[in-house]
T-cell receptor
Framework: AQTVTQSQPEMSVQEAETVTLSCTYDTSESNYYLFWYKQPPSRQMILVIR??????QNATENRFSVNFQKAAKSFSLKISDSQLGDTAMYFC??????????FGTGTSLTVIP | DSGVTQTPKHLITATGQRVTLRCSPR?????VYWYQQSLDQGLQFLIQ???????AKGNILERFSAQQFPDLHSELNLSSLELGDSALYFC?????????????FGSGTQLSVL
């Protein structure tokens, strides 16, 4: 079975600074998808960024980028120019070819003004 | 607003009871996913449907069942409820349910089993 590990339960960052959230996963699949989801206090789940395992280029979405290391099974999220609205729980997720999702336990990020 | 509608928003019931959660996907989306978020189990994928057919199954208990109807809305049925079933249940939808597609989540149904 696939597992997703987020080793940082809580993190904080100063507004306008950069922060990196870690995620590792375990799988024997060669083709899969990885995601970062954000869950603000409203509890709405919002897709931040996604990465296809067969693409070597790291995905970027405005201030959000990933460092995807397939051999190391690592998928970290970098948030640049942190904003107060980035305060949320962030979940790393893995999707296998069978469309089954596995989530990490989440990292609670607080942006400090 | 994601366009995915879940009802009810809150549900309080007793152990041993049965409840039905409803999800209406975004207009045009054919695939529906169900997730459970609880304090002890975290976020778990339960099941996916595509155009009325089950496509993928996760950690869904035998006491739970789901279906997707011809109008594409979906229902998640939870029976013989236990205290541990208290959780936030999310529905999400996507266009075709293909790998890596963007999912649009509803606001969730908060289930409290007393």
């Amino acid at each position: 079975a696939q597992t997703v590990t987020q080793s940082q339960p809580e993190m904080s960052v100063q507004e306008a600074e950069t922060v990196t959230l870690s995620c590792t996963y375990d799988t024997s699949e060669s083709n899969y998808y990885l995601f970062w989801y954000k869950q603000p206090p409203s509890r709405q789940m919002i897709l931040v960024i996604r990465q296809e395992a067969y693409k070597q280029q790291n995905a970027t979405e405005n201030r959000f980028s990933v460092n995807f290391q397939k051999a190391a099974k690592s998928f970290s999220l970098k948030i640049s120019d942190s904003q107060l609205g980035d305060t949320a729980m962030y979940f790393c997720a893995f999707m296998n070819p069978g469309n089954q999702f596995y989530f990490g336990t989440g990292t609670s990020l607080t942006v400090i003004p | 607003d994601s366009g995915v509608t879940q009802t009810p928003k809150h549900l309080i019931t007793a152990t041993g009871q049965r409840v039905t959660l409803r999800c209406s996907p975004r207009s045009g989306d054919l695939s529906v996913y169900w997730y459970q978020q609880s304090l002890d189990q975290g976020l778990q994928f339960l099941i996916q449907y595509y155009n009325g057919e089950e496509r993928a199954k996760g950690n869904i208990l035998e006491r739970f069942s789901a279906q997707q109807f011809p109008d594409l809305h979906s229902e998640l049925n939870l029976s013989s409820l236990e205290l541990g079933d208290s959780a936030l249940y999310f529905c999400a939808s996507s266009v075709s349910g293909g790998g890596g597609e963007k999912l649009f989540f509803g606001s969730g149904t908060q289930l409290s089993v007393l």
